[in-house]
């Protein structure tokens, strides 16, 4: 079981000078450049990351459980990405397993999506019939414990591996009878090919179904938590104060995003922010704890869920996943 580490990072002042030495740290994204993301390129642009000491590089992702294996794989020191994956590792590879340090996801965004008056009625009739299922994503790796929670069988469903930025297109053309997609893009993607997402899809939420589990967040590799928590907390404070900027004013993110990524479309990338702060990021629980806190009983809970779905070998602790001594005031994380 890891240490907390609040003794050491309470002596870290957030008010203090800035480290000595800039350190390098690579942080790996979930997916390309989105709205999502514009609280992570604020940090940078906007110098919180230089004030923290830290120079950091952001890279686009492949996936919100592939940032768990790009960080255990060496080449990423922390990344925005899945918690179910982090847990998952934890009971199987616990020493080189990320930790989550700010959860920004309160809600899970992975959902099965279908066409209406399609052959899908219902999540167990998707027995028999072809889904498409991106590899690396976390709404494919957690497919069988989405089948075990709604009570069908997972074997009995064809899953089609497809590209992330074709599925919306697969499900149009009947290529496939349903798609596991990420929400918050997903949405977007239908809005962007001229269809409307609430009257000509059903959305079949994963924490509807009874998976009542966190998504993504800012994780670290145990490496950069031992030798460098002032880095870790210079990490979080200065993602927590680009949040708040982004609270304060959305556009701001999407201009950074757009000037960024030329090519995105500002409309649809404001709209994307907007349903993620109202469906992902904004609830109950993260108006009473703060946005990248969590609820050490709900997280309990999810991992025994992870756990058992899974036949994981071990149970990990929430103390093993999550790490709360890097968050923080109240009032930098309110809303």
Known sequence: MRKLLSLTVFALSFAGPALAEDIPIKFTLDWKIQGVHGWFYLAKEKGYFDAEGLDVTLDQGEGSAATVSRIISGAYDAGFGDMN?????????PDEA?????????????AVLTKKGGPVESLASLEGLKVGAPPGSASTKLFPALA?????????????????????????QDQVSASLVFNV???????????????????????????????????????????????????????????ADVL?????????????????????????????????????????????????????RSITTIKELYDLPDTPAAEDVFDASFLPPMDMRSF
Do not use: C, H
């Open 85 to 93: 994956a982090i847990i998952q590792n934890a009971a199987t590879n």
């Open 98 to 110: 990320p930790v989550m340090v700010y959860q920004i996801y309160n809600q899970p965004p992975f």
């Open 148 to 172: 075990s929670a709604a009570g069908f069988d997972a074997e009995k469903v064809e899953l089609i591996s497809v590209k992330s930025n074709l599925q919306e297109q697969m499900l149009v």
């Open 185 to 243: 893009t997903s949405y977007l993607n239908i809005l962007g090919i001229g269809m409307d997402p609430d009257t000509d899809f059903t959305w079949y939420p994963y924490g509807e179904a009874g998976l009542d589990i966190y998504s993504n967040g800012v994780m670290v590799s145990p490496k950069l938590l031992e030798e460098n928590p002032e880095a870790v907390q210079g990490l979080v404070n200065a993602i927590a104060k680009a949040m």
């Open 248 to 300: 304060e004013n959305p556009q701001e993110a999407i201009d950074i995003i757009t000037a960024i990524e030329p090519l995105s479309n500002g409309e649809l990338e404001m709209k994307r922010l907007q349903f993620a702060l109202n469906n992902l990021i904004f609830s109950d629980e993260s108006k009473a704890n703060g946005i990248g806190a969590i609820d050490a009983e709900r997280l309990t």
